[in-house]
């Protein structure tokens, strides 16, 4: 069976490569974005494998379903980039990796929280430039503060085990608390979560429910100085509320390493043209805003694990024509 990679980077084909013993499968390695423009690239009747911003809408399925591709293998947790309903009606079925290392995102999320805290990203600027003041990169001790947990999921819940240790007060909301949560944090609604933390993070899928959670209303619930944290989805920010945060200095500063309209920037290097995006461009202004290109996950030991998972689904998808793990139009439903 051919395997086609969308939005495939030479680190996807080195890891999947490696994955894909005895060259099981010919993996046909496509740079292109999956679109319904793209579609037809994939050889037909082939698997296709693809990653957080490729389109997954009903007129790219369509056309994968025209070109007889029956699996769509994604090389991610997240899938909210896919139309289930249409998947199920046109017979495509639809894998994910569900766990690859939630240390790799927990691990960085931490990293944006201590970056941000004692501004590494500014004093590494500084001292290239022999200014040794200290003046401006005043930042707090971790150990005693509040950190807001929004999901405690696999990623929630290693994070809290870090911060544990850092001795921060542990606050979470989740509809389904998590059992090796317990004696780790204290569940609270969202309401009371946001209006206690001095660190906020977001740690739960994107779905209806959780589409611009931290929104104007919630903003404005915040202690003044909060520190906010986004390595989920961007679109569980409202980009502009926190922008307005930002400049009344309610929040006190910002780590995304995922923004709301990522797919026309992230993973690809932009670096000799001019930034379309106004709001993006405008997030980049502030001293306190610190910002990754979606590269949470981007550990050798959570590639080694995609890449085995995305070949044991399409191995399992040919022998029973069920992937490993199989993402279903329920699934959607019992997350909102
Ligand atoms: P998970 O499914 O194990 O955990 C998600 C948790 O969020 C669950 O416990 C769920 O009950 C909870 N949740 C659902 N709706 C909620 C709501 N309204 N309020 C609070 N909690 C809610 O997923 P995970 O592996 O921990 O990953 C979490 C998210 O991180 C993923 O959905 C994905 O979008 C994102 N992610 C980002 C990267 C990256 O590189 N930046 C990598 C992997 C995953």
């Known amino acids: 069976m051919d395997l086609a990679v969308f939005s495939s980077k030479a680190y996807d084909q080195r890891f999947l490569a490696a994955a894909n013993t005895a060259d099981r499968y010919r993996l046909v390695f496509l740079e292109p974005r999956l679109s319904h423009e793209t579609a037809a690239l994939a050889p037909r009747g082939s698997a296709v494998c ?70 590494l990203h500014r004093a590494y600027n500084r001292v290239r ?28 819940t290693v994070l809290a085990a870090i911060l544990t240790g850092f001795g921060c007060r542990l606050l979470a909301t989740d509809p389904v608390p998590s059992p090796a949560c317990a004696g780790l944090v204290r ?67 910002l780590g995304l ?25 405008r997030l980049l202004t502030f001293p306190n805003v610190l910002i990754t290109g979606h590269q949470a996950f981007f550990t050798e030991e959570a590639l080694t694990a995609i890449a085995e998972t995305t070949i044991a689904n399409v191995s399992a998808f040919e022998r029973t024509g069920r992937p490993l793990h199989e993402v279903t139009a329920d699934m959607r439903a019992s997350r909102t």
Do not use: W
Not at 88 to 103: E, N, Q
Not at 212 to 222: E, F, P, Q, S
């Open 129 to 156: 430039e022999g200014n040794f003041a200290l003046d401006g990169l005043l930042g707090f001790d971790m150990a005693g503060k509040t950190v807001g947990i929004v999901g405690t999921g696999q990623i929630g």
């Open 50 to 119: 693809a990653f957080v911003n490729d389109d997954l809408g009903s007129v790219t399925l369509e056309a994968l379903a025209a070109n007889e591709v029956r699996l769509v293998a994604l090389r991610c947790a997240g899938f909210n980039n896919v139309d289930l309903g249409v998947a199920a009606r046109l017979g495509i079925r639809i894998a994910r990796v569900p766990a690859y290392s939630p240390h790799s995102v927990a691990e960085h999320t931490v990293g944006l929280m201590l970056s941000l805290n004692r501004k």
């Open 257 to 281: 390493d995922v923004y709301e309209e990522e797919a026309d920037l992230f993973f690809e290097d932009l670096s000799e043209r001019a930034i379309a995006d106004d709001v993006f461009a």
């Open 187 to 253: 569940y609270v609604t969202f309401d009371e979560l946001v209006a206690e933390a001095d660190i906020l993070t977001l740690h739960c899928p994107l779905t209806p429910a959780t589409e611009h959670l931290v929104d104007d209303r919630a903003i404005d619930r915040m202690k003044p100085g909060v520190m906010l944290i986004n390595t989920s989805r961007g679109a569980v920010i409202d980009t502009r509320a926190v922008i307005a945060g930002l400049k009344s200095g309610h929040i006190g500063s």
